[in-house]
């Protein structure tokens, strides 16, 4: 795969000889700015004709954030919006080299956010819980220094299906969200017995599924699972200690870290865990 | 075995004793563009450049050796428009290079350039998150490179040539919030320079040249889901080469 992709490096690099701007986005997009987010997206599009909502509900969402995880963030994080996978050059080019290109929505290395709309059938609303989902990784990389992602996927979805909740019921509870979660995961826990403790210490490519032929990604349910344990120890403890849970946890010390912090093995709670799930 | 080390390094002293030396130093305008999905940063900076070399010149070939070091640092850059000029934004750009090259002249106006060498690329960014936060990166990308060009000489002053270099290797990254170390990983690197430059004698040991350089540096790790992320620079550069 790797001299595949090197070949087509290296064609490129010959055709090209460089100026990034001829293949990637540059100047094209239309800027708007709030207390925490900088949004770019395409002129003339869905997002475009959007953005002021979905910029006013991220914001709720950060508050949102700050407040349920009782912390003071004060960050700005570059959000870039496009209307579809399509949309963006950078898929375009590689389709062109037949890669499949399956992340609507994503964080990259220097903590900007990626979102596609098509991913939430252009629903402000919804795209306002995604941007909260990604941001909550910024933070997580900035603050919290979570590397087992499986914990950071889990602690994401959940804060997305918390502030889903919050914004359309004026409240949400941990045990909504377990409760809703219950029936799709249920199942899955039993017959792959893809258990918390699996999943978190999965490295980034297992976690996804990666196919690394094709980029294509097979996640299952594991966003589902985490983000359930997740609600469970936040119904049962304070979140101070689920902060101190994650303050630098990786893949290999999260039981550690979890003991150290709830004074409980990490085994013992996802039993109780799973004996809870399984009750009808 | 000692005694033929000791040999070699005596030839390889008398070859150099009579060797031709120069050092040049060069200052330019240089453009960074840094890619991911997007282009999110251009960066327009001031560049310096310093070389020395080393020429053995036999009767159909010369031999060289190359030290090179850029060296860049600068704190504005561009992304979508806006100009991003903060306390906390630097960017800090140090390839440092050593290449041995075997020369032919099959006729005094020409030359065939065969090289190789190993490079060094250090990149440090550091990027404005709001008024409170930072985030910085460092890439260090150690590698060997392979190297071929064609020179020619005219009026037996000028003198010009064109060269491309390929490396492939792996690159380290840092990361940082704040001062505070986050983690580390490593991709495949794959790098190319391309380079145009030329040079006219002035007056005895000393020689003007002017050149560009394109450098294009491309991550490459699945692991990270993406395919690749990557620099281009292009540096336009004038110098002055002294034979010592």
Same mark, same amino acid.
């Given at each position: 795969?790797?001299?595949?992709?090197?070949?087509?490096?290296?064609?490129?690099?010959?055709?090209?000889?460089?100026?990034?701007?001829?293949?990637?986005?540059?100047?094209?997009?239309?800027?708007?700015?709030?207390?925490?987010?900088?949004?770019?997206?395409?002129?003339?599009?869905?997002?475009?004709?959007?953005?002021?909502?979905?910029?006013?509900?991220?914001?709720?969402?950060?508050?949102?954030?700050?407040?349920?995880?009782?912390?003071?963030?004060?960050?700005?994080?570059?959000?870039?919006?496009?209307?579809?996978?399509?949309?963006?050059?950078?898929?375009?080019?590689?389709?062109?080299?037949?890669?499949?290109?399956?992340?609507?929505?994503?964080?990259?290395?220097?903590?900007?956010?990626?979102?596609?709309?098509?991913?939430?059938?252009?629903?402000?609303?919804?795209?306002?819980?995604?941007?909260?989902?990604?941001?909550?990784?910024?933070?997580?990389?900035?603050?919290?220094?979570?590397?087992?992602?499986?914990?950071?996927?889990?602690?994401?979805?959940?804060?997305?299906?918390?502030?889903?909740?919050?914004?359309?019921?004026?409240?949400?509870?941990?045990?909504?969200?377990?409760?809703?979660?219950?029936?799709?995961?249920?199942?899955?826990?039993?017959?792959?017995?893809?258990?918390?403790?699996?999943?978190?210490?999965?490295?980034?490519?297992?976690?996804?599924?990666?196919?690394?032929?094709?980029?294509?990604?097979?996640?299952?349910?594991?966003?589902?699972?985490?983000?359930?344990?997740?609600?469970?120890?936040?119904?049962?403890?304070?979140?101070?200690?689920?902060?101190?849970?994650?303050?630098?946890?990786?893949?290999?010390?999260?039981?550690?870290?979890?003991?150290?912090?709830?004074?409980?093995?990490?085994?013992?709670?996802?039993?109780?865990?799973?004996?809870?799930?399984?009750?009808? | 075995?000692?005694?033929?080390? +000791?040999?070699?390094?005596?030839?390889? =002293?008398?070859? %150099?004793?009579?060797?031709? /030396?120069?050092? *040049?130093?060069?200052?330019? &305008?240089?453009?960074?563009?840094?890619?991911?999905?997007?282009?999110?940063?251009?960066?327009?900076?001031?560049?310096?450049?310093?070389?020395?070399?080393?020429?053995?010149?036999?009767?159909?070939?010369?031999?060289?050796?190359?030290?090179?070091?850029?060296?860049? +640092?600068?704190?504005?850059?561009?992304? =979508?428009?806006? %100009?991003?000029?903060?306390? /906390?934004?630097? *960017?800090?750009?140090?390839? &440092?290079?050593?290449?041995?090259?075997?020369?032919?002249?099959?006729?005094?106006?020409?030359?065939?350039?065969?090289?190789?060498?190993?490079?060094?690329?250090?990149?440090?960014?550091?990027?404005?998150?709001?008024?409170?936060?930072?985030?910085?990166?460092?890439?260090?990308?150690?590698?060997?490179?392979?190297?071929?060009?064609?020179?020619?000489?005219?009026?037996?002053?000028?003198?010009?040539?064109?060269?491309?270099?390929?490396?492939?290797?792996?690159?380290?990254?840092?990361?940082?919030?704040?001062?505070?170390?986050?983690?580390?990983?490593?991709?495949?690197?794959?790098?190319?320079?391309?380079?145009?430059?030329?040079?006219?004698?002035?007056?005895?040991?000393?020689?003007?040249?002017?050149?560009?350089?394109?450098?294009?540096?491309?991550?490459?790790?699945?692991?990270?889901?993406?395919?690749?992320?990557?620099?281009?620079?292009?540096?336009?550069?004038?110098?002055?080469?002294?034979?010592?």
């Amino acid at each position: 795969m790797k001299f595949k992709l090197l070949i087509v490096v290296l064609l490129q690099i010959i055709i090209l000889t460089s100026c990034a701007r001829f293949v990637l986005e540059d100047k094209e997009f239309s800027v708007y700015e709030t207390e925490h987010f900088v949004f770019f997206c395409q002129p003339d599009s869905k997002m475009e004709k959007d953005i002021q909502k979905i910029a006013s509900y991220s914001e709720k969402g950060f508050a949102f954030f700050n407040d349920f995880m009782d912390t003071n963030i004060n960050i700005k994080i570059d959000t870039y919006l496009f209307d579809s996978q399509d949309s963006t050059s950078y898929s375009k080019l590689l389709k062109s080299l037949n890669y499949e290109f399956d992340f609507p929505a994503f964080t990259d290395l220097n903590g900007t956010i990626y979102l596609c709309y098509d991913y939430v059938d252009f629903d402000y609303s919804l795209a306002s819980e995604v941007v909260l989902h990604e941001a909550t990784h910024v933070i997580q990389n900035t603050f919290l220094y979570i590397f087992a992602p499986g914990i950071y996927e889990g602690h994401a979805e959940f804060m997305e299906l918390k502030f889903g909740l919050y914004k359309n019921n004026g409240y949400s509870s941990e045990s909504t969200i377990f409760s809703n979660l219950q029936p799709q995961i249920k199942n899955i826990v039993l017959k792959k017995n893809e258990m918390p403790s699996f999943i978190f210490g999965l490295n980034f490519a297992e976690f996804q599924g990666l196919s690394i032929n094709d980029f294509k990604r097979e996640t299952g349910y594991r966003y589902d699972i985490g983000a359930s344990f997740i609600a469970f120890i936040i119904d049962k403890y304070d979140i101070k200690k689920l902060k101190n849970w994650f303050y630098k946890t990786n893949k290999d010390n999260f039981k550690q870290n979890f003991k150290n912090s709830y004074g409980v093995d990490f085994d013992t709670e996802e039993k109780n865990w799973y004996n809870l799930l399984m009750k009808e | 075995m000692i005694k033929k080390i +000791l040999v070699l390094l005596l030839i390889i =002293n008398g070859v %150099l004793c009579f060797a031709k /030396k120069n050092i *040049s130093f060069s200052a330019g &305008f240089n453009v960074t563009e840094e890619f991911f999905t997007v282009l999110y940063q251009t960066q327009y900076s001031p560049k310096f450049n310093v070389r020395f070399e080393i020429e053995k010149k036999f009767i159909y070939f010369y031999l060289q050796h190359k030290l090179n070091l850029d060296f860049s +640092l600068w704190n504005i850059y561009y992304k =979508n428009n806006l %100009l991003y000029y903060t306390d /906390k934004t630097l *960017s800090l750009d140090l390839p &440092f290079d050593y290449e041995f090259s075997l020369n032919l002249t099959p006729i005094k106006q020409l030359n065939i350039i065969f090289g190789s060498g190993w490079a060094l690329n250090l990149r440090f960014d550091r990027y404005s998150k709001g008024n409170f936060f930072w985030h910085s990166t460092l890439k260090f990308s150690p590698h060997p490179f392979l190297s071929i060009g064609i020179g020619f000489n005219l009026f037996s002053r000028l003198d010009f040539f064109i060269k491309d270099s390929i490396g492939f290797f792996y690159s380290y990254f840092f990361s940082y919030s704040k001062e505070s170390y986050i983690t580390s990983t490593y991709c495949t690197l794959v790098t190319n320079r391309f380079i145009v430059e030329s040079s006219i004698k002035i007056v005895g040991r000393y020689r003007i040249y002017f050149g560009y350089t394109n450098r294009i540096e491309v991550f490459l790790d699945p692991s990270i889901f993406m395919p690749f992320l990557g620099y281009t620079t292009n540096f336009f550069y004038l110098g002055l080469k002294i034979e010592i």
